[in-house]
């Protein structure tokens, strides 16, 4: 392959404005860092939080984004020695278990700097620490193997570390079915657990959580009047997984457990937001963990991931997910922000 000297980055340069399109030149390549040839890239709410302003305030602008894609090795720098030219990847903000590089840096046309950090994935071309890149397992599509990137080591991450032994019948609770509470649904299903119930106030999230075997659906003030008649008893409610970063969803995800029962959160909530909770809730046994997709190797589990989305299927992972061409990132940002999709694959 040629050599490869700039790329087509989608950049942003204000908080709340739409990214912009820049052709910014490549580096050379240091020490731990690969050139990576995108080929799908997913849109995650951290994202949504970086370009709306949810994290405060920004000192990286202008920046380039994204955390979650997969695509194909076009050149490695020095002390790169287990990936090959051509070779398929996917790229995540997970890191394994070696040294990383130092953060990319580019320049515009203007000589101006754009910051990345260790691995974007929202251009053609992007390098990456090799911490970062991941070796897409056989015969995985790769817009699937997209999805290891954020959303499914994260949704089935915190299942995994945190689901103990449950009976026939407990319950388990998703608060906020976007793209990481339906990959919780979807491991949970895998593990043979029936009584799930999910809330959002996204009734499209609803219908699929609904589709892909959720017991009970419905928005809070919905779900608080079926436990309150005892539809789902919450004496019967061991885990509540908290993926929404809402505050008032927070709050009911511990209020809605049973005595002993234990919340787990991983949502993204906005800077600033504070909870309230009950001190006698924790005082007599439930229990707040909060969770990262760094707290479980996805080194280590990745083999167990790709047979759940095996048995899953193929065809039933991709239905979840909408397409958009690289150019219309800014209309899947929209699209995203809004509710109308679960979440934005970009296709390049």
């Not at 590089?101 to 260790?118: A, D, E, T």
């Not at 319950?171 to 593990?191: C, E, Q, R, T, W």
């Not at 150019?327 to 934005?344: C, M, T």
């Amino acid at each position: 392959m040629k050599n490869i000297n700039n790329s087509n980055f989608a950049v942003l340069h204000k908080l709340r404005r739409p990214l912009i399109f820049e052709n910014l030149n490549l580096p050379k390549l240091k020490k731990n860092q690969l050139l990576i040839k995108i080929k799908y890239s997913f849109v995650c709410g951290t994202q949504l939080n970086e370009i709306f302003g949810l994290k405060g305030k920004d000192k990286y602008l202008p920046h380039v984004l994204g955390h979650e894609a997969s695509g194909e090795v076009v050149s490695v720098g020095p002390n790169v020695k287990k990936f090959r030219l051509g070779e398929k990847v996917f790229l995540s903000w997970i890191k394994k278990r070696e040294p990383g590089s130092v953060n990319p840096q580019y320049y515009n046309k203007k000589n101006q700097i754009i910051n990345s950090g260790l691995v974007s994935t929202f251009s053609n071309f992007t390098i990456v620490s090799k911490d970062r890149v991941y070796k897409i397992p056989s015969k995985m599509p790769m817009d699937l193997a997209a999805l290891f990137g954020c959303a499914l080591p994260t949704g089935f991450g915190i299942v995994f570390k945190f689901l103990k032994k449950i009976s026939a019948n407990d319950y388990v609770g998703i608060y906020g079915v976007g793209g990481v509470g339906i990959m919780s649904l979807v491991a949970l299903k895998a593990l043979g657990i029936k009584n799930i119930y999910a809330v959002d106030k996204n009734k499209k999230n609803l219908l699929l959580a609904k589709r892909l075997g959720c017991k009970f659906v419905g928005s809070l003030n919905e779900i608080n009047k079926i436990i309150d008649k005892q539809k789902i008893k919450k004496s019967n409610i061991k885990y509540n997984f908290e993926m929404s970063g809402n505050s008032i969803l927070i709050e009911h995800a511990l209020k809605n457990l049973s005595a002993r029962g234990k919340m787990i959160f991983a949502g993204n909530p906005k800077k600033g937001i504070k909870i309230k909770i009950n001190p006698y809730d924790l005082i007599f046994g439930k229990n707040i963990h909060g969770f990262s997709g760094n707290d479980v190797s996805l080194e280590d589990n990745l083999q167990k991931y790709r047979k759940i989305i095996n048995k899953i299927g193929y065809k039933k992972i991709q239905s979840i997910f909408s397409t958009y061409k690289f150019k219309d990132i800014n209309l899947a940002i929209r699209d995203f922000k809004n509710g109308s999709v679960i979440r934005p694959l970009i296709k390049f």
